[in-house]
């Protein structure tokens, strides 16, 4: 009998497959973790011949939608157009992953759908999340995006219909991942991606989403606030939420300028939906 240290890649029922990543090993569990809510990514020590987990290590974080804990970064795929192009989105899944710790990377998607002036705007938009220190690429830049997977545990968000399964795909033909036609006349597509588990993609374990993280978060506004990176400055008062024009500097940013209009509103409506 061995120990063996691996993580799980999928459950169905009662089988949870571990791999240590040269063998998969299928499991069932142990009746003191039966209780416990076992995910994808969790970490655990097998018996190799009993085929057993025997134990769950600590987890960094976890997300619901699809469940999958563990996480390294976040892909958080932005269509531009069919389904719109939506900064309000954008800056929920940026918040999302600052409060789970784990590292976004914005991939833009549908570029190709653009007239020169839409295009032009988009771009104006993406350089400032540059700016504040994301890490933005296009569907296009394959060999970048390549690069962030090595190594790594990674759930894709997005919006159904923005092109996850299709940058899956592009990424490692191989998948052979089901893309589904966007309906036009909504504007939004039909959600083809289901099942929860991790594959192997160029040196990494990714997990194909079923098009929405739901952001239905227990989240403080000092959550929020860390999630607008470009915040970070102290305001007239040390507890300022930015939300009174009373000599807030992050409000006087704004204004000026200096922070992106569509950011603040959208750090406005998180505040609210907090409050709630
Ligand atoms: N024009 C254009 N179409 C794209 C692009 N990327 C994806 N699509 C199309 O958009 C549609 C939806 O793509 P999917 O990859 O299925 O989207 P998804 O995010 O996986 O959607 P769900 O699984 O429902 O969450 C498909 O018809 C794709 O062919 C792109 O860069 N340009
Ligand atoms: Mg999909
Ligand atoms: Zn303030």
């Known amino acids: 009998m061995e120990k063996v240290k691996g993580k799980i890649i999928s459950i169905n029922k009662d089988l949870y497959t571990v791999s240590d990543g040269n063998s998969v090993f299928p499991c069932s569990v142990r009746g003191k973790l039966r209780g416990f809510n076992l995910t994808v990514g969790d970490n655990v020590i097998i018996d190799n011949e009993k085929l057993v987990i025997e134990s769950v290590l600590e987890r960094k974080n976890t997300l619901i939608r699809p469940l999958v804990s563990n996480i390294d970064k976040l892909f958080i795929v932005v269509s531009t157009k069919i389904p719109d192009f939506s900064t309000y989105l954008l800056d929920k899944f940026l918040v999302l992953a600052s409060i789970n710790n784990i590292t976004p990377i914005i991939i833009v998607t549908k570029l190709d759908l653009l007239n020169r002036k839409e295009l032009k705007n988009i771009i104006n938009t993406l350089k400032y999340y540059k700016k504040i220190g994301y890490k933005v ?11 962030e997977i090595k190594g790594c ?4 968000a997005g919006q159904t219909g923005a092109g996850k399964s299709s940058l899956l795909n592009k990424i490692d033909s191989s998948l052979n991942l089901q893309v589904g036609e966007v309906s036009t006349h909504l504007g939004r597509g039909k959600h083809t991606t289901r099942l929860a588990r991790l594959i192997n993609v160029k040196g990494g374990l990714v997990a194909d989403t079923p098009g929405f993280s739901s952001l239905e978060i227990e989240a403080s506004a000092q959550d929020i606030n860390q999630g607008f990176i470009e ?25 000026k300028g200096k922070i992106l209009k569509s950011r603040y509103e959208s750090y406005l409506k998180l505040i609210n939906e907090v409050k709630k």
């Open 137 to 147: 690429y296009t569907n296009k830049e394959i060999r970048k995006i390549v690069k």
């Open 231 to 255: 915040f970070g400055y102290k305001c007239k008062y040390k507890s300022c939420t930015h939300i009174k024009n009373d000599g807030c500097f992050v409000i006087e940013r704004v204004e």
């Open 153 to 156: 545990v990674i759930s894709l």
